[in-house]
């Protein structure tokens, strides 16, 4: 390292934004680089804001869920999907982090390299100006402050509320269900998630795939309400609620999105690393944050070029599912979008596995869209090739 740059600045890393992704990073470098000058700045009371946050056991390797074993919640071995007139159980592990289990365990190892509470009024790859006027240089800023509108990239998105519930009685669960999608759809493709934490607590989440992040959620609330009540669940008491609207690529330019952040390293879902199609991103926060532990040099070019490179080799490998969205969000009747997912849901374990790793095989792929398209084959094409048409011929 630069000892003289080293001493002209009081940190060598500010991580902006203490969510999943900077808290991610702060916490691996906390324990793979300890030498380092760091600082985490978070506006909430505590990191990780209000989530759950899940993750198939697949989408990580045996290293990485090593490591990351003290911050899970819950592990499910199996998990189910629904669909009208078809059930599947799923052989393979479900995994969720509770926020409050993230911070009740980065916190501490960060100690005095965390500060809550402080609102970020302006940053650049250098500096960062608090909104009470304070001024801190670092010889690296990480802007870690969740998703930011780009004209770069055609979204839909996947809006959704969940309440955390304590029931009267057992709910006789004993697995997650991923997609109830037997329920009334809505006008977009919609399910409803259910995660059982113990006998009585089930955290329920009603989710539509739209084309616009508007969904009211007092008519979410009461889906649920209406959700818990066809399985005769009664409910005791809300104990939580989150709720979420996630980004679902479409298309996009990634050349100019990246000119767009212009040299400023970024992280998380403001580095657009999320699965495109499930909005998903804790598999790219993990990735990232061995990354960025490995670097040799931490000034802001070396971080941009590292961050960019990882999320060029995600977009390319993403560039198929960007395809299915379109079809999922532009071809066939809303009401009827759920046939892409059933037939999905109908194909071979493995296949569903590297799917939500993000790792399709092209015989994966070939099998995908194989055999008799689930929506009108000529929509299904318009909708392959619409949006943004420039953008998809230079870029997808
Ligand atoms: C309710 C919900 C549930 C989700 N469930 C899953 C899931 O199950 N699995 C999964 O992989 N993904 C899930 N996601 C999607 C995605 O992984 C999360 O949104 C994830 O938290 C994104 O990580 P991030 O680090 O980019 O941003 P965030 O985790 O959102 O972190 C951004 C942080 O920056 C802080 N911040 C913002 N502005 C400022 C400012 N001006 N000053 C100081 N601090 C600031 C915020 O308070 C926040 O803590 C979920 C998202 C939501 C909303």
């Not at 030498?35 to 990485?64: C, K, M, P, V, Y």
């Not at 198929?320 to 009401?335: E, I, T, V």
């Not at 194989?370 to 318009?382: E, H, I, M, T, W």
Request: charged share 20%; with cysteine.
């Amino acid at each position: 390292m630069d000892k003289r740059a080293s001493r002209d600045v009081p940190y060598d890393l500010i991580l902006a934004g203490g969510g999943l992704a900077n808290g991610l990073i702060a916490w691996r470098l906390r324990a793979r680089r300890p030498s380092l000058r760091l600082l985490l700045l978070e506006q909430g009371e505590r990191i990780g804001g209000n989530h759950t946050w899940s993750f198939h056991e697949g989408d990580l390797d045996a290293a990485q869920r090593q490591w990351l074993a003290p911050l899970v919640s819950h592990r499910w071995p199996r998990h189910a999907v629904l669909f009208p007139g078809y059930a599947r159980t799923l052989d393979s592990g479900y995994l969720s982090i509770a926020s409050s289990d993230f911070a009740r365990v980065v916190e501490p190892a960060l100690g005095p390299a965390l500060r809550l509470g402080v609102r970020i009024a302006e940053l650049g790859p250098t500096s960062v100006r608090l909104a009470d006027g304070e001024t801190l240089q670092a010889r690296a800023v990480i802007d870690g402050r969740g998703m930011q509108p780009s004209g770069r990239l055609a979204l839909g998105c996947q809006t959704f509320l969940g309440q955390e519930l304590r029931l009267a009685a057992p709910h006789g669960l004993d697995a997650p269900i991923l997609m109830d999608a037997s329920v009334a759809q809505q006008g977009g493709y919609r399910f409803v998630y259910v995660l059982p934490f113990d006998p009585h607590r089930v955290l329920i989440e009603d989710t539509h795939y739209v084309g616009a992040s508007a969904r009211d959620p007092e008519r979410l609330r009461a889906n649920i309400a209406a959700y818990a009540a066809a399985r005769n669940w009664r409910i005791a008491e809300v104990l939580r609620e989150e709720q979420g609207s996630l980004p679902i690529v479409l298309a996009g330019d990634f050349e100019r999105y990246w000119a767009d952040l212009a040299g400023q390293p970024c992280a998380g879902l403001r580095a657009g690393l999320f699965h495109s199609t499930t909005g998903y991103s804790l598999p790219h926060a993990v990735r990232l944050s061995e990354r960025v532990a490995a670097l040799s040099e931490f000034d802001a070019p070396a971080l941009f070029a590292a961050i960019r490179a990882e999320a060029a080799q995600a977009w390319r490998r993403q560039r198929f599912f960007r395809l299915l969205n379109r079809m999922l969000f532009l071809a066939g009747s809303p009401d009827q979008r759920w046939r892409v997912m059933l037939r999905f849901y109908r194909l071979p374990a493995p296949l569903i596995a590297h799917f939500y790793a993000g790792s399709l095989s092209l015989g994966d792929k070939a099998r995908l869209l194989s055999g008799k398209p689930p929506v009108p084959l000529r929509q299904a094409l318009s909708a392959a090739c619409k949006i943004h048409p420039r953008q998809i011929r230079r870029f997808e």
